[in-house]
């Protein structure tokens, strides 16, 4: 993960790594991405055990698609603030479920930049595991970034969300299909 104040905001990615496995499947495809982000990388890492997933780390380039400073999300309750009318409703429920869980999710939902445009954002979320087995932190991916995750570091299957909302230039209706990704 870069450093740089200019491309990376709040926790720095070592105080991260600190309080997670190391060598838990979900982690390692997901610290992988974060350690070789690129600048234009959009990410958040959210602390999973405050009450309310509190934005703890995010990158300028998300920044800059949402149209946020660092002082407006580092520290915010939840991501909730993204969504509005159009939004729908089911799809939250399915991502709320899918945290509760513990799984990856794949979404593409209708958000709201700051200035109140409607923009449809798919990214990917999951937790970091720490040496119990439990979300110590979520962290997510937005837009089409450059470099794929690499699943064949997870080493055993992940199970995986699918949310999609209705509201989406997609069509298609708000759907939860439960996936496993392997690393096969
Ligand atoms: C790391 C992470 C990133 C998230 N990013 C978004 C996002 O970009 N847009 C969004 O609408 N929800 C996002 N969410 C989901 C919301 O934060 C929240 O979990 C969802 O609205 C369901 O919970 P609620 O019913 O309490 O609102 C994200 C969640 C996590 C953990």
Do not use: G, T
């Given at each position: 993960m870069p450093q740089s104040a200019w491309t990376h905001h709040g926790a720095p990615l070592d105080e991260v790594k600190r309080e997670?496995?190391?060598?838990a499947g979900v982690n390692a495809v997901f610290l992988d991405f974060l350690d070789a982000a690129a600048p234009d990388a959009q990410y958040l890492v959210c602390d999973a055990t405050h009450a309310d997933a509190s934005i703890v780390a995010c990158s300028q380039a998300w920044l800059n698609v949402c149209g946020y400073r660092p002082e407006h999300v580092l520290g915010r309750p939840n991501c909730r603030f993204l969504q509005g009318p159009d939004t729908d409703y089911r799809s939250i429920a399915e991502m709320a479920s899918s945290i509760n869980a513990g799984h990856v999710c794949y979404a593409s939902i209708v958000n709201y930049h700051r200035d109140g445009s409607k923009f449809v954002n798919k990214f990917v979320m999951g937790p970091l595991v720490d040496a119990a087995g439990a979300p110590r932190f979520y962290v997510s991916i937005h837009g089409t970034p450059s470099r794929e995750l690499?699943?064949?570091?997870?080493r055993s299957p992940v199970p995986c969300y699918r949310v999609s909302d209705l509201g989406s230039p997609e069509g298609s209706p708000a759907s939860l299909q439960r996936q496993v990704r392997s690393s096969a």
């Open positions: 997670v496995e190391l060598s690499d699943w064949s570091l997870a």
